[in-house]
């Protein structure tokens, strides 16, 4: 590489750093992608960084692929580039390199990061070669005590460093819910006739934006509150929006980010401003992205938590799907409940957490409808306290599905859906259970437009596609996305990449994932179809999942029956 440019060590500890990352590491697709760019990059080999070039050789694609027909290549850069602006955001990185990723390009850049060093210290003259000579007792007395004051000096400026009021490493307080205040948008497109359309905008967000549990909008910029500031420009029939969030105290810039609409209309304005809502409301986006910082950093929650903390579990839940983070946020939110028992967003909470962890330890054939009458209860009370919460409606349609009450869940999924427009989570719940239901063609159309809507996808929301793509035997598709739900799902995800992986000759796959499903315990005490009928209704699928378990060398017998770690039937 040029001189002045980062070293290939640094980029490869900065690419380490980055893998070593949760939020990269989970998705074994992105990681195969930054690791292929950037060890590409450092070979000089930039030229050959192409759409064709990873589609095949990353995600396995046929040397027919076709960049046009198959937007893989970019919705996985999308993905990844969101991802490293995210990581960077956390503040957290020790590398001395930043790798980015360019819009509308696969090259990565690789950025120096200035590091404050400590200044070299002096070099000592060498003493002049003195004959050997006795010294008296009394110099040996006089070394030590020195010696002895050295270190009791030297021990005393540590502890004044350490405790010295000022020089105490901070620790962070527990977050509160992050407020934000919304600024009246600037007109840059040059045509006057939009001034009030675009002025609109502000108090269609605001209000929007109110519709989240997790964020408190206020009416005026203030110390406490980030400021969403934005402009609007027009090129080519195109809008473009610039927003920013600005600390209130420091008045620095903390993320930005453009949003575009086709069209030069009013209605395109709305789409603008619906997405704007959709990345500032998510769970992962800037606005949560300081109390997700703040959890990660944390061994364990406080003893008496606020209820912002219990919703950062819940979201951390949502997004590994681990029975520790379940029963975390479940304790969180029953801590809430101790002090205040008709807080609705708790015992919403509470309800669809005790539900998942009930249906995730059912066996087949068990009444879930009768396992889960105390959540069902539970989440009814929430919605009766707190009627016009998409959350809260969202949890009950969370706690009905899972009974598979499909029609009822129906109507608490709607309705979350129209109490908060911008909220994807319940738009991609109601998909899956659509689809579950056996409504394919409206689950999926759900599924697809929260995957689009939201930057940077949780796992969870590729469950619809990859169960689609396989029912449709589109097994790259269900490759991929099987990949993206196996980030944070050891069964379904896992199970779907495994059964379409030798479909398409992809052995590597078969050989990543086949242990991993023999080694769930879950699939072992029931067997594998058994344990997935438990959620998945259409046979269809689970037909398809047996042919292609079949195909990847998965014993018959454990497919339907309990099985050894070996995959023996017991």
């Not at 939201?454 to 035997?473: D, G, H, K, M």
């Not at 209704?537 to 029956?561: N, S, Y």
């Amino acid at each position: 590489m040029p001189d002045g440019t980062p070293s290939g060590e640094q980029v490869r500890a900065a690419l380490d750093e980055l893998l070593g990352w949760q939020g990269i590491s989970r998705s074994p697709q992105l990681s195969e992608l930054l690791k292929y760019v950037v060890e590409r990059t450092l070979a000089g080999d930039e030229a050959t960084i192409k759409a064709y070039s990873i589609a095949v050789d990353v995600f396995g694609r046929p040397q027919s692929f076709d960049p046009q027909a198959d937007p893989i290549v970019r919705v996985q850069a999308r993905r990844l580039r969101t991802l490293l602006e995210q990581f960077y955001e956390l503040g957290t990185s020790t590398a001395e390199v930043q790798i980015r990723l360019p819009l509308g390009r696969y090259v990565p850049e690789f950025v120096a990061v200035p590091r404050s060093t400590p200044a070299a210290a002096a070099p000592t003259a060498p003493l002049p070669a003195q004959k050997a000579k006795m010294l008296p007792n009394g110099f040996w007395l006089s070394a030590t005590l020195s010696l002895c004051l050295t270190l009791i000096g030297a021990a005393l400026v540590v502890f004044i460093i350490r405790w010295w009021p000022g020089t105490t490493p901070v620790v962070h307080a527990m977050p509160d819910m992050p407020q934000v205040a919304i600024a009246t948008f600037d007109n840059l497109t040059g045509d006057p006739k939009l001034d009030d359309a675009v002025a609109r905008l502000q108090p269609q967000i605001a209000g929007a934006l109110s519709k989240f549990e997790t964020l408190q909008v206020d009416d005026a910029p203030n110390a406490d509150a980030l400021l969403v500031q934005g402009t609007i420009q027009e090129t080519n029939g195109r809008f473009d929006a610039r927003i920013s969030l600005t600390d209130g105290r420091s008045h620095s810039t903390v993320w930005a980010g453009t949003v575009s609409a086709t069209g030069g209309d009013v209605e395109a304005l709305q789409s603008i401003a619906s997405q704007i809502v959709v990345q500032l409301g998510a769970p992962r986006g800037p606005l949560q992205a300081p109390g997700r910082s703040w959890l990660t950093a944390q061994q364990q929650l406080p003893t008496a938590p606020n209820l912002y903390v219990c919703e950062l579990q819940f979201m951390a839940w949502r997004e590994s799907r681990r029975i520790e983070d379940a029963t975390s946020g479940r304790d969180c939110f029953a801590k809430i409940l101790a002090r205040h028992p008709d807080n609705a967003v708790a015992l919403a909470g509470h309800a669809a957490l005790a539900g998942w962890q009930v249906q995730h330890e059912a066996v087949p054939g068990a009444s879930l409808s009768a396992l889960l009458v105390a959540q069902t209860v539970e989440a009814a009370r929430a919605v009766s306290l707190r009627p016009q919460s998409s959350f809260v409606n969202e949890m009950q349609g969370l706690v009905l599905a899972r009974q598979n009450a499909f029609e009822a869940a129906s109507v608490a999924y709607q309705k979350a859906r129209q109490l908060n427009p911008a909220n994807m989570d319940a738009m991609a719940s109601y998909g899956l259970r659509l689809w579950l239901d056996g409504q394919f063609e409206a689950g999926s159309a759900l599924a697809e437009q929260a995957l689009k809507a939201v930057p940077s996808p949780p796992p969870w929301y590729y469950q619809t596609r990859a169960f689609n793509a396989l029912r449709e035997r589109r097994y790259f598709d269900a490759i991929d996305a099987g990949q993206a739900l196996a980030a944070a799902d050891d069964e379904y995800g896992a199970v779907v990449a495994l059964a379409a992986a030798p479909e398409v000759g992809r052995t590597d796959l078969v050989d990543r994932y086949r242990p991993i499903v023999l080694g769930n315990t879950h699939f072992q005490s029931v067997g594998i179809l058994p344990r997935l009928g438990i959620l998945i209704r259409p046979q269809v699928l689970l037909d398809r999942v047996k042919e292609g378990l079949t195909l990847a060398g998965v014993p018959p017998g454990a497919v339907i029956k309990p099985f050894n770690p070996d995959g023996t039937v017991r």
